[in-house]
């Protein structure tokens, strides 16, 4: 048997070797392709993927501006809440984890344990257990030192009077985003810039770093609105619809020079806090989205554009004898036959067949003019989101039907709004101002006011001095005498219309409403007020529905701002000048839309007494809460005993008496306007 060489092995191991050599060669360059692969051709998708997995940005909600009234007094301002949230990868027994929650929180329902339990088991760096919790409940999941569980601070819309102002001011949700009224018109100045969080994990995604960016406050706005008004015109409107048994209204006031909204009230309402248990009708502002038919205010236009036009003088005979006008089959009635008026006693009277026949002089394309000077047909201002910019015909398919149907009222859809934008028109002199409910903006502690604005003018300042005078007749001789105010001449138009319903003009359901300006000659306040679908003892119409609600309103908006009375104004007092100077009060915010005269000083004063030396009056205090009466005496250096409650009906001393340091008036409080009026509460504070 022949034997191999001895040197056989060495090849053996060689080829061996060889074939090694190539199997590693193979796999490092397949290592070295896998890793070129991933680190170059996939960089970028698993850096980003890895960086989602290792890293979370958490975003913090900025702290919202608060919302102040005319006076620096708080609507709407945020708190701190706590949100609980849970690092899922920290938690061994999300079912365990979720029942223990769902225990401390009290709320919680099988549906809400399995929400919490199933966001657990996602296995995410972070998820929210509960956003916004109370006190209460934090304190008790707190008390669990559950792992993985913890608390995140962000901030809760609070609006301290409730339900004042509602529409206003809107509402926030859950992530700090206005969603209603002011909050959501303005939320990009509100809201300020939000913060972050950064929570980074490790391979074993356990959460090893947090790091937080705060948020920034947003601006803060001050309104128009005066919180007192505000207050008298929900109240007020309250009364009326529940009095008429209505179906809801709205009521405005508004400074006819600047444009300012003051109030704006609607029945029913809503309180923003807990906005998701209210009904969705409630939460709709019903004095810029809700369109009626104007009925007879509307005549203002009408009567308007023919002075503004020479067609016709107040003086003129309007013959309306037959007490009805038709149109082929349609035939438009009076309420009463008058006989031959002049057309100012058509206005006053409300007669339907003068206001058409004028009407028909004016033509359908000079009455589309004036519809449009006056600013119906589209939306008034910026600050009311979703407000409606209501309906009107385009004159050329306005028929003479249509146009008789126009000229009283009818077959045009406005908002309370327009029609108080429309009659400040006339108020001031004939410009149209826009009306706006945001005063000033402040940021970072500089306020920048919101200026004036006008839009045009909608009749010559004669014009609205004939206006005015027919409208004052409305309220001393016509249908309005409800509207009338002791001591201050009005300027006003009632209005009753039919509502639509299913496609015709109803028999039984009516829209009641007033529009006016006081006092007349020097117009501190238009107020319109509307009521709809009233069925109450009062019947439906304007001025015995919506005519006394607006003397209440404007009876206390004249007390609360100190205006002097308009008709037969009493002479003005003589006081002596004192040794230590005083100031006198005003019952009104710091910048008023009118002035308050100041005191007469006796001849022979020492020069100077006038501004520095001299005595003040006891201020008129009625129609005041508690809480502002005692105020002003404080300021005065007198103190005040309190009997009753609501606000102030009488006060000792009188108005007008000296003011002595150190003397205890008496304030009695009570019910005001109506016999069932409820009562101001004391503190009208935030």
Sequence with gaps: MSEKPATEWRATLKRRLAVAGVVFLAWTAAIEARLVYLQVVRHEELFSRAERQQMRTVEAPARRGAILDRGGRVLAHSVEADSLYA??????????????????????????????????????????????????????????????????KEDRRFYPNKDLAAHVLGYVGIDNRGLNGIEAAYDSLIKGRAGTVLI?????????????????????????????????????????????????????????????????????????????????????????????????????VTASAAFEEQLVSPNDPIDVSAGQIRFGARVINDDHRYGVLSFADVIVKSSNVGAIKVGLRLGPERMGLYVNRFGFGRATSPDFPGESPGIVWNPARLTDSALASVSMGYQVGVTPLQMAMAVSAIANGGELVEPRVVRAVITDGTRTAVPRKTTGRAVSAGTAATLTD????????????????????????????????????????????????????????????????????????????????????????????GA???????????????????????????????????????????????AAGRASLVPDLRGLSARDGLRMLAALGMTARLDGVGVVVEQDPAPGSPIERGTQARLQLGRVGATHASPLPVDTGP
């Excluded at 040794?579 to 005269?597: C, S, W």
Aim: proline share 8%.
């Design 87 to 152: 690092v899922p990868t920290e938690i061994d027994d999300p079912d365990r984890a979720a029942a223990a929650l769902c225990g401390a929180l009290e709320d919680c329902g099988p549906r809400d344990r399995q929400g919490i339990a199933n966001r657990i088991r996602r296995g995410r760096a972070f998820a929210y257990v509960r956003r916004q919790v109370s006190p209460d409940q934090a304190k008790r999941v707190a008390a669990l030192k559950l792992d993985g569980v913890g608390f995140m």
């Design 470 to 561: 027919i409208m004052e007749r409305v309220v001393v001789d016509g249908t309005a005498k409800a509207a009338r105010v002791p001591g201050y001449t009005v300027a006003g138009k009632t209005g009753t219309a039919q509502k639509v319903v299913n496609g015709r003009y109803s028999q039984s359901e009516y829209n009641a409403s007033f529009v006016g300006f006081v006092p007349s000659r020097n117009p501190l306040f238009t107020i319109v007020v509307v009521i709809d679908s009233p069925h109450g003892r009062n019947s439906y119409y304007g001025g015995t529905v919506a005519a006394p609600i607006f003397q209440r309103i404007a009876s206390a908006a004249l007390r609360h701002y």
């Design 200 to 300: 980074q994990t490790d391979a074993r995604r356990q959460a090893f770093s947090r790091i937080e960016r705060p948020p920034t406050t947003g601006s803060t706005l001050e309104l128009t609105v005066d919180q007192y008004l505000q207050h008298v015109a929900e109240r007020e409107l309250r009364i009326g619809v529940e009095e008429n048994r209505a179906a809801g209204g709205a009521a405005v006031i508004m400074d006819p020079r600047s444009g300012e909204i003051l109030a704006l009230a609607n029945w029913p309402t809503f309180n923003p806090n807990a906005y998701r248990e209210a009904p969705t009708d409630w939460q709709r502002n019903r004095a810029v989205q809700d369109l009626y038919e104007p009925g007879s205010t509307f005549k203002v």
């Design 564 to 610: 002097p009375p308009s008709i037969s104004a009493a002479p003005p007092l003589l006081v002596a000048r004192r040794e230590e100077p005083l100031t006198q009060p005003t019952a009104g915010p710091a910048e008023m839309p009118g002035q308050v005269p100041a005191i007469v000083t006796l001849a022979g004063a020492a020069p100077g007494a006038a």
